[in-house]
C-alpha cells in the first residue's frame, strides 16, 4: 500500500511509539503540506487564486517566541525574527491514497493542533477540536477518495482567550508561557477493518490497564477495552488480551467473546493474572511488557489490534513516608518542563524530545511534572522506557472566568472536562504516570489582580470547577489520585486573601519561590512544616521553586544585594544560590513525596522582560537553546546523579572584578583539590551538599587557570575555568555597596558588594516587586548615580585582602530618606575612628545628596578592615574604592 502527498511518494509505515498498531494501516501525513496566514472562508481558502501558501512539513508552528539579547549572531531567535501572531491561519494537503481504503474505515488523527482546529477534507467538514494538547480523530471514511486525489483543509487558531473571543472558552486562559499555534505534532491516516477497537475513544487506545494488585508471587492486572462496530451488520467475535514479556513470551492471556450490533459498541473488563511478575521499579529497572489486545472474529480472523507498553508497579504516595514505588519508599526529585525550545517553538521533533530527556537523565531527574497541560506520546513513551515517574496535567491556569464573572461558564466546564478526560485516556496506560493533575496556581484570589478575572469585589471561587474536575478524574480512572499545585495559602503574595484549594485533591503541590518572589530561603523549612501540619492525612510536595539565571549577568556575591526578580540583574550565581538553599532543606523533609524544580530549561513567554532574555523564563537549569547548562545544573547531577562529577562555578565570569574570589566548586568525589596557576590552594573532602568552597583565593594580573580534580576511586576527573583579572584591579578595588550586580561606572570597573559582614542591602529606588515601578529617584552630587543608587545599613564591616602598603579610601555616602540628626555613626579603619558620629544628611545638605569622604590607610597584615558601627540609627555607605 502507498500513499502520494502532493508529489512526494511515501511507503506505509506502521506506527512504533506508544501504541504500536500492528494490523491497522497508518500513514504518516508530514510532506507536502502548504500553510496560510490569516482568517478567511472555507470558500476564499479553497478558490483564491492570490491567497500566499508557504510549504512546509508537519509539525509546524508558525510562532517564534523569546530571545536573548546578548551575542544575537549566535541565535535562531532574535528581535528580527520573532513572531507573536496569535489568531487563525491555514493548512492544505493534497494527497492520494491507496485504492484499498475504500474497503477499511479512514480515520485522520492528529497528535495536537493549537489551540482550536476544524477539519474539511474534500469539502466535507468532518469536525472540530477546541483544546491544543491532546490527540483527537475524526472519521474520514465518508469523506475519503481511494485510489484518487483528496485536499485535507486545517483551519487552526490560537488566538489569545478573551470576551466573545473565538477561544474564550478553551483552556488555558492565562500562564505564564506562550501558546504557540499550529499542527505542531504528528498528523496521520489510519485505516481500519468496521469491527475496532475504539477509535473514538476521546484520543485514546480505546484500552485502559490497571495493575490491581501485586501479593507476594502474583500480580492482577484489570484491562478494559472499548470496541466498535461500524458495519451494517452484527458481529460476532472475541477479544483477546495478552501480556507479552521482554523476551517475546507470553506471561497471561485472557479471552471473552463480544457481539456487537451494526452502528454498535460494547465496553469489557478482562483480568490478568501474572506469576512471579518482573515489576517496572522507576529509574532502578523501567521493565516494561507488552500488552497486546485483539478483536478477532470466532475463527480466529483478527480485525484489529491495539499493542502498548505496560509496566506492572503499584504507586502510592504517604503523608508521613513519602512516595511508595511497589510499596518500597522512593525520593522523588526532578523537574518541571514545557515542551518549546529556541527556533522550534512547540513544534519539536521525537530525537530534540529524547536529548531533553538525556539532559534530565545526566542530572539525575527521575521525575518529571509535565507542565502545564497535556504533553505527547514521545516524552511519555521515554519516561516509560527510563523510569521516570510523571506528574500529568490539564492547562487550568491562574484563570477559569471572564470579565466580572464569579463562575466558569458551561462551555469553559466542559472544555476542562475534555480536556481532563482526554489527557486520561490518551495516557492512562502509562506506568510512569502517577497521578492527574487537575489545576496550577488558582488560588491568586486577590493577591495579584493581574491574574484573575473579576476587577472588583470578591475573587471568582474556584472551587467547585476543582471538585468536579476531581470527580471526572475518579471516574475516569479511580487507580490514580487526583493533584493539584497551589502557589498562595498562608500569605504569600501582598495580600492575604487566597482560597484554599489544596482539599480539592488527593495531593498537595506547593509552588513556592522563598528568596526569589517572597521571603528568605530560610523561610521554606518553617512553611512547608506548616502546610504538613494543617492537612496531616494529605501528601505534601513541592511542585515548584528556584530563581532566575542569566548566563551573561554575574555577581560576586548572592548575597550581597537584592535580586530584581522581575528585571535585569538577575545573575547565574543568584539561581545556584536559591537551589542550594533550598534543595538543602527539601532533602531533609522525608514527608514530600516528590519535589519538582522550576524548571529544567528556559522558555518562552510574553509577560516578562528579565534577566538577558526578552520574553525568556530564565529559571531553567539549561538554555532555551539547550548550548548552555547553567551552574546549578551540576549542583543537581553531583547530588542527585552516582556518576563523577567535578564542576567550577562561575566559568562563565571570566571577566573578574576583584583579585580575591571565593571558587565553588560542585563534586561528588571522596576528595577535591583546587589549584589556580597550578598552585595547589588545597584540598577537601565530604563537601556538604556536594558543594566545595575556598573563600577568597588570591588571583593574578591576566590570566587564571583555575582548576578542580577530584579524586575517585576509578580515577581523577578534572574541570577548568579560565579567569580574568585586569592589572587595573589590582590598584584598585571598586565596591558597589548593596548591589547584587556591579553597576556600570564611566572609566572605572565596579564590583558587586562583597567582603562584607552584617548589614543588609537597600535601594534609592526599591520596588516590590508588585505592580507598576515607582517614578525613579535621582541623586545628586555625583556621576556615578547607578553605584549610589544601591546601599548597605545597619551595623556591619569589611574585610578586603590586600597587599601591604598604603591606600586611600573613598567612601561615597547617600541619605536615602532621613532628615539631618537622625542617622549617625562611626567609621573604623583598622580598627582606629576616623570619621567620628557621621551624619550624611547633614554632611550633604540633606537626603538623596551624595557626599564622598576620603581615608588614608595603612595596611601590614594583608587585611584592610572598615568597619561601620551606629551611633544613633544605622550606619550606612554606597561605594567604596581602595586605591594604592
Not at 488523527?109 to 474539511?120: G, Y
Not at 477495552?225 to 458481529?235: A, F, S
Not at 521499579?281 to 523501567?286: L, R
Request: net charge neutral; glycine share 10%; with cysteine.
Amino acid at each position: 500500500m502507498r500513499l502520494r502527498t502532493g508529489s512526494t511518494a511515501l511507503a506505509m509505515l506502521v506506527a512504533t511509539p506508544a501504541i504500536a498498531q500492528a494490523d491497522r494501516s497508518l500513514v504518516p501525513l508530514a510532506q507536502g503540506w502548504e500553510f496560510s496566514r490569516g482568517d478567511a472562508t472555507l470558500d476564499e481558502v479553497s478558490h483564491a487564486p492570490d491567497r500566499k501558501w508557504e510549504k512546509v512539513a508537519i509539525p509546524h508552528s508558525w510562532n517564534r517566541v523569546g530571545y536573548y539579547v546578548p551575542n544575537p549572531q549566535d541565535h535562531i531567535n532574535r528581535a528580527d525574527t520573532i513572531d507573536k501572531y496569535q489568531g487563525v491561519s491555514w493548512y492544505r494537503l493534497t494527497f492520494t491514497p491507496a485504492a484499498d481504503f475504500d474497503k477499511r474505515r479512514a480515520w485522520l488523527q492528529f497528535d495536537a493542533a493549537s489551540r482550536t482546529a476544524e477539519v474539511w477534507l474534500n469539502g466535507q467538514r468532518l469536525g472540530v477540536h477546541r483544546g491544543g494538547f491532546s490527540r483527537f480523530r475524526l472519521d474520514a471514511s465518508s469523506a475519503l477518495r481511494a485510489g484518487q486525489s483528496n485536499v485535507l483543509l486545517v483551519k487552526v487558531d490560537n488566538t489569545q482567550p478573551d470576551l466573545g473571543s473565538s477561544t474564550a472558552d478553551v483552556l488555558p486562559l492565562a500562564g505564564d508561557f506562550f501558546v504557540h499555534g499550529g499542527l505542531y505534532r504528528p498528523v496521520s491516516l489510519i485505516g481500519t477493518a468496521a469491527m475496532h477497537i475504539d477509535m473514538l475513544d476521546a484520543g485514546g487506545s480505546g484500552i485502559l490497564a490497571t495493575t490491581r494488585s501485586i501479593d507476594g508471587a502474583q500480580a492482577k492486572i484489570d484491562v478494559r477495552v472499548r470496541t466498535r462496530n461500524d458495519g451494517q451488520r452484527k458481529q460476532a467475535g472475541q477479544i483477546v488480551v495478552r501480556l507479552v514479556d521482554a523476551s517475546g513470551k507470553t506471561v497471561a492471556t485472557d479471552a471473552r467473546p463480544v457481539t456487537l450490533n451494526g452502528g454498535g459498541a460494547a465496553e469489557t473488563t478482562q483480568r490478568l493474572t501474572i506469576a512471579n511478575p518482573h515489576l517496572w521499579n522507576g529509574v532502578a529497572d523501567p521493565y516494561l511488557h507488552r500488552l497486546v489486545v485483539e478483536i478477532a472474529s470466532t475463527s480466529g480472523a483478527v480485525f484489529d489490534r491495539v499493542e502498548q507498553p505496560f509496566g506492572i508497579r503499584t504507586m502510592r504516595a504517604d503523608p508521613v513516608r513519602g512516595f511508595l514505588l511497589n510499596g518500597r519508599p522512593l525520593h522523588l526529585h526532578g523537574v518541571g518542563y514545557h515542551q518549546d525550545r529556541e527556533g522550534r517553538g512547540w513544534a519539536t521533533t521525537p530525537a530534540e524530545i529524547e536529548q531533553d530527556v538525556a539532559i534530565m537523565r545526566d542530572m539525575g531527574v527521575n521525575s518529571v511534572r509535565l507542565t502545564h497541560y497535556q504533553h505527547g506520546q514521545t516524552i511519555h513513551d521515554l519516561a516509560d522506557r527510563y523510569g521516570f515517574v510523571l506528574w500529568d496535567e490539564i492547562p487550568l491556569v491562574s484563570k477559569w472566568t471572564q470579565g466580572e464573572a464569579m463562575a466558569a461558564s458551561p462551555a469553559l466546564r466542559e472544555n476542562a472536562r475534555q480536556q481532563l478526560r482526554e489527557l486520561i485516556r490518551q495516557n492512562g496506560n502509562h506506568p510512569s504516570v502517577a497521578s492527574w493533575g487537575i489545576a496550577n496556581e488558582v488560588d491568586f484570589g486577590k493577591s495579584i489582580p493581574a491574574f484573575i478575572t473579576a476587577r472588583s469585589g470578591e475573587a471568582p471561587d474556584p472551587l467547585p470547577l476543582l471538585r468536579e474536575l476531581d470527580m471526572v478524574a475518579k471516574a475516569e480512572d479511580p487507580s490514580r489520585p487526583t493533584a493539584l499545585a497551589t502557589c498562595c495559602e498562608r500569605d504569600i503574595g501582598p495580600t492575604s486573601a487566597v482560597p484554599i484549594t489544596a482539599v480539592a485533591a488527593d495531593l498537595g503541590g506547593a509552588n513556592r519561590y522563598f528568596g526569589w518572589y517572597f521571603g528568605t530561603p530560610a523561610d521554606l523549612g518553617p512553611h512547608l512544616d506548616e502546610l504538613h501540619a494543617r492537612r496531616p492525612a494529605q501528601p505534601l510536595s513541592v511542585t515548584e521553586y528556584g530563581a532566575g539565571g542569566a548566563t551573561t549577568i554575574h555577581t560576586d556575591n548572592p548575597l550581597g544585594g537584592r535580586v530584581d526578580q522581575r528585571g535585569r540583574n538577575q545573575p547565574e550565581e543568584y539561581e545556584s544560590y536559591i537551589h542550594e538553599q533550598a534543595w538543602q532543606t527539601l532533602a531533609a523533609k522525608p514527608y514530600l513525596w516528590g519535589t519538582w524544580l522550576w524548571n529544567s530549561f528556559d522558555f518562552a513567554t510574553t509577560v516578562r522582560r528579565e534577566g538577558d532574555g526578552i520574553d525568556i523564563n530564565t529559571k531553567g537549569l539549561v538554555t532555551y537553546d539547550r548550548k548552555i547548562r547553567k551552574d546549578v545544573s551540576h549542583f543537581y547531577k553531583a547530588n542527585w546523579n552516582a556518576a563523577p562529577t567535578v564542576h567550577v562555578n562561575g566559568s562563565r565570569y571570566t571577566d573578574r572584578a576583584y583579585p580575591a574570589t571565593d571558587v565553588r566548586v560542585y563534586s561528588n568525589a571522596p576528595r577535591t583539590e583546587l589549584r589556580v596557576n597550578d598552585r595547589l590552594v588545597g584540598t577537601m573532602s565530604a563537601c556538604p551538599q556536594m558543594t566545595c568552597v575556598w573563600p577568597k583565593v588570591a588571583l593574578s594580573a591576566g590570566a587564571n587557570r583555575v582548576v578542580a580534580r577530584g579524586l575517585f576511586p576509578d580515577g581523577a576527573q578534572e574541570d577548568t575555568a579560565i579567569w580574568q583579572l585586569a592589572p587595573e584591579a589590582l590598584r584598585a578595588i571598586r565596591i558597589d555597596s548593596g548591589a547584587l550586580v556591579a553597576a556600570d561606572a564611566a572609566g572605572k570597573r565596579y564590583g558587586s558588594d562583597d567582603f562584607f559582614d552584617g548589614g543588609r542591602a537597600g535601594q534609592v529606588n526599591a520596588w516590590s516587586g508588585y505592580g507598576p515601578r515607582p517614578a525613579p529617584k535621582v541623586v545628586a552630587g555625583t556621576s556615578e548615580g547607578e553605584v549610589v543608587g544601591t546601599y548597605r545599613e545597619g551595623r556591619f564591616s569589611y574585610d578586603v585582602p590586600v597587599a601591604n602598603g598604603r591606600y586611600s579610601v573613598a567612601l561615597t555616602f547617600v541619605e536615602p530618606s532621613l532628615t539631618a540628626g537622625a542617622r549617625r555613626f562611626d567609621v573604623l579603619a583598622n580598627g582606629k575612628r576616623v570619621l567620628p558620629a557621621l551624619d550624611v544628611a547633614a554632611a550633604a545638605g540633606g537626603p538623596l545628596k551624595a557626599v564622598t569622604r576620603r581615608i588614608p590607610i595603612q595596611v601590614s597584615d594583608g587585611r584592610l578592615r572598615l568597619a561601620f558601627v551606629p551611633v544613633q540609627g544605622d550606619a550606612i555607605v554606597s561605594g567604596i574604592e581602595i586605591t594604592r
